[in-house]
């Protein structure tokens, strides 16, 4: 969602926050502003749309300052507007930028007019600024008013504060939000995520929940949820400010639908010895949890509860192991029922989904002993609270559509099937034959990226498309579903995924010219149950295009092209089923104009409900 960037250096910092929001544009965000402190004086600059035009601001009305915070901003509460841009001021001597929502902002708002607190924007976050000012009538420790104020906040959030009658303190908190701190010589700063801070740190603090930072040039303390003196460990990231590039690629998507080849052999290097996987890849206590564990509960939200979907075929088809999936953000308000010897999965690309968060909390108060997160953020919220966690390793993806995180997740997932699987049905055989699958995916997706001019060029026939209608079976509904929300989110075109048997069931009226039918066709036992419903369409003047494994032998005909997919085993072919329609999504955002890595109105990591 929203990025932050702040930090207190003995340099001017304005080009380091101007350079840390360009790096956390992928995040989504409709405005961008900062404020810094020179001459105990706050200078603030604030502008609607990109990060460009709050650097093309600043260099017609140039600041400096050696003390600042910035923002990009994605509007929950209020309209895109420099008004509702961040940093917030109060009274000329508080800023403020902030993370999260505030769920009492409108008592809180209340409250402080009556108290005399004009108000000029219609953003949650005004009210932090304010509560801050208002405690520091009574007290002239800038800590110790913040401390006040959280106490008052309900809600997610991480902020960073600074004021102009302690131009030397930059103070930051963290609750439900992440937010991290840039250890560098002889400077300090603070960004939502790492990859803002890459080029003047390798070293990051992470803050806990509950932490509160105070920092200054010669002095970092942080207090945790109990106003506790803590000290939390200092690590090193292995990214580079190189490896959040394009580099050749024209778009981040583009760059890391080819970059899955190699993430998946990551996700796959060191988990294994002479080709049997080690459970200590899950964490030093995996073989007692899995030992204890009934059945499989999986939470996630959008493409990562696509992954679970696939999953639970897995999961029970594969290793008889009863499996659940529900999306995170409905698992929470249904008041759901949950043995105590339920494994419960978590899948999030950042870690900091809140939705998935809450649901894993939840589960743990309906008593759920044992917890795994498949993730992509090491440091994550959801990796610190979860018993056992797997990475998937695919490095930093910028692009808001998932592509590579996706098939590592699913990659990391299958890896999770055969662990557990051990304990239930899955015998040595089918695990041997499974393994080996694995390792032959780097090639084989390697094989599917050569369709990308074939593919390119079938694109071509959605440059004038409103809708779409993607169908899929088994293990492969799932993946339509994914493709369905690929071309939704980067092209803006409306897609719609059903299981193919369900076409007789509605869908089948909207068939006509105008309505593309992607359907994906690999080669195993629902294939004759899918050639029917591919022919359900055909006869009713539908255009299917037809993604199918190079072995089988179909004609194609007027309103059906078929795209020959290399042949790829049934348990791991969701994975290879995935890139074609991952290329054919790009290759349509590209005709029709959009913005494909910073689609509108979507957020790269979602940190609010």
């Known amino acids: 969602m929203c990025g932050i960037v702040g930090g207190v250096a003995q340099r001017n910092i304005v080009p380091i926050l101007i350079e840390g929001l360009k790096r956390l544009e992928y995040r989504g965000y409709d405005s961008a502003g900062l404020a810094v402190i020179n001459n105990k004086t706050i200078f603030r600059k604030r502008e609607l749309g990109k990060v460009k035009g709050l650097e093309d601001l600043i260099k017609l009305e140039p600041i400096k300052g050696i003390l600042g915070i910035a923002h990009t901003r994605w509007a929950t509460h209020g309209k895109p507007s420099?008004?509702?841009?961040?940093?917030?001021?109060?009274?000329?001597?508080?800023?403020?930028?902030?993370?999260?929502?505030?769920?009492?902002?409108?008592?809180?708002?209340?409250e402080?007019?009556?108290?005399?607190?004009?108000?000029?924007?219609?953003?949650?976050?005004?009210?932090?600024?304010?509560?801050?000012?208002?405690?520091?009538?009574?007290?002239?420790?800038?800590?110790?008013?913040?401390?006040?104020?959280?106490?008052?906040?309900?809600?997610?959030?991480?902020?960073?504060?600074?004021?102009?009658?302690?131009?030397?303190?930059?103070?930051?908190?963290?609750?439900?939000?992440?937010?991290?701190?840039?250890?560098?010589?002889?400077?300090?700063?603070?960004?939502?995520?790492?990859?803002?801070?890459?080029?003047?740190?390798?070293?990051?603090?992470?803050?806990?929940?509950?932490?509160?930072?105070?920092?200054?040039?010669?002095?970092?303390?942080?207090?945790?949820?109990?106003?506790?003196?803590?000290?939390?460990?200092?690590?090193?990231?292995?990214?580079?400010?190189?490896?959040?590039?394009?580099?050749?690629?024209?778009?981040?998507?583009?760059?890391?639908?080819?970059?899955?080849?190699?993430?998946?052999?990551?996700?796959?290097?060191?988990?294994?010895?002479n080709h049997r996987l080690q459970e200590s890849a899950f964490g030093h206590n995996a073989n007692d949890v899995f030992d204890n564990i009934k059945s499989v509960q999986i939470l996630a939200c959008g493409t990562s509860y696509h992954a679970g979907l696939v999953a639970r075929y897995w999961f029970e088809s594969i290793a008889r192991v009863p499996c659940n999936i529900e999306v995170a953000s409905e698992f929470r308000y249904r008041n759901p029922v949950l043995a105590s010897d339920t494994l419960v999965v978590t899948i999030s690309q950042s870690g900091e989904?809140?939705?998935?968060?809450?649901?894993?909390?939840?589960?743990?108060?309906?008593?759920?002993?044992?917890?795994?997160?498949?993730?992509?953020?090491?440091?994550?919220?959801?990796?610190?609270?979860?018993?056992?966690?797997?990475?998937?390793?695919?490095?930093?993806?910028?692009?808001?559509?998932?592509?590579?995180?996706?098939?590592?997740?699913?990659?990391?997932?299958?890896?999770?099937?055969?662990?557990?699987?051990?304990?239930?049905?899955?015998?040595?055989?089918?695990e041997a034959k499974i393994t080996s699958e694995l390792f032959s995916l780097p090639g084989k997706i390697e094989a599917v990226l050569k369709l990308d001019k074939e593919i390119e060029v079938?694109?071509?026939?959605?440059?004038?498309?409103?809708?779409?209608?993607?169908?899929?079976?088994?293990?492969?509904?799932?993946?339509?579903?994914?493709?369905?929300?690929?071309?939704?989110?980067?092209?803006?075109?409306?897609a719609e995924a059903y299981p193919a048997g369900e076409l007789k069931h509605g869908p089948l009226a909207l068939i006509d010219i105008d309505m593309p039918v992607v359907t994906v066709a690999p080669n195993n036992s629902l294939l004759d149950k899918l050639k029917s419903n591919i022919q359900e369409v055909s006869a009713r003047g539908g255009q299917l295009i037809v993604f199918m494994d190079e072995t089988l032998q179909t004609t194609e005909d007027e309103n059906v092209q078929i795209i020959k997919v290399p042949q790829i085993d049934n348990e791991v072919s969701p994975i290879v089923y995935t890139i074609p329609l991952q290329l054919l999504s790009y290759y349509v955002a590209i005709l029709k104009g959009t913005d494909v890595d910073q689609p509108r109105n979507l957020a790269k990591s979602v940190t609010v409900e």
Request: glycine content about 6%; overall charge negative; hydrophobic content about 40%.
């Open 458 to 494: 079938l694109a071509e026939r959605f440059a004038d498309k409103q809708h779409a209608l993607f169908l899929g079976r088994g293990t492969h509904y799932p993946i339509a579903m994914e493709g369905a929300l690929k071309l939704k989110e980067i092209s803006y075109i409306h």
């Open 353 to 430: 989904t809140a939705d998935t968060l809450a649901a894993l909390q939840e589960a743990k108060k309906l008593g759920a002993k044992y917890s795994l997160a498949i993730c992509n953020g090491p440091e994550s919220s959801l990796v610190r609270e979860s018993d056992l966690v797997l990475m998937t390793r695919a490095g930093p993806e910028i692009g808001v559509a998932s592509t590579k995180a996706f098939t590592t997740q699913l990659t990391a997932l299958m890896l999770l099937v055969i662990a557990i699987g051990r304990r239930f049905e899955l015998s040595a055989a089918v």
């Open 112 to 273: 402080l007019k009556a108290q005399d607190f004009i108000f000029t924007s219609e953003t949650d976050t005004e009210v932090i600024v304010h509560q801050i000012a208002k405690m520091m009538e009574t007290t002239d420790d800038l800590l110790l008013a913040v401390k006040q104020t959280v106490h008052t906040l309900e809600g997610a959030y991480s902020l960073g504060i600074i004021s102009s009658e302690h131009p030397n303190t930059l103070i930051a908190c963290r609750k439900g939000s992440p937010l991290v701190i840039g250890v560098g010589i002889g400077e300090f700063f603070i960004a939502s995520d790492v990859a803002a801070l890459l080029p003047v740190t390798q070293q990051f603090i992470f803050l806990e929940d509950g932490d509160i930072a105070s920092i200054t040039i010669d002095e970092l303390i942080i207090y945790d949820e109990n106003d506790q003196i803590v000290n939390r460990p200092i690590k090193e990231t292995q990214l580079t400010a190189d490896s959040v590039n394009k580099g050749q690629y024209r778009h981040y998507m583009l760059k890391e639908i080819y970059e899955q080849p190699f993430a998946i052999s990551q996700t796959l290097e060191g988990r294994f010895i």
């Open 82 to 110: 420099t008004q509702n841009a961040h940093p917030h001021i109060s009274r000329d001597t508080l800023a403020v930028v902030h993370n999260g929502i505030i769920e009492n902002h409108e008592q809180l708002r209340s």
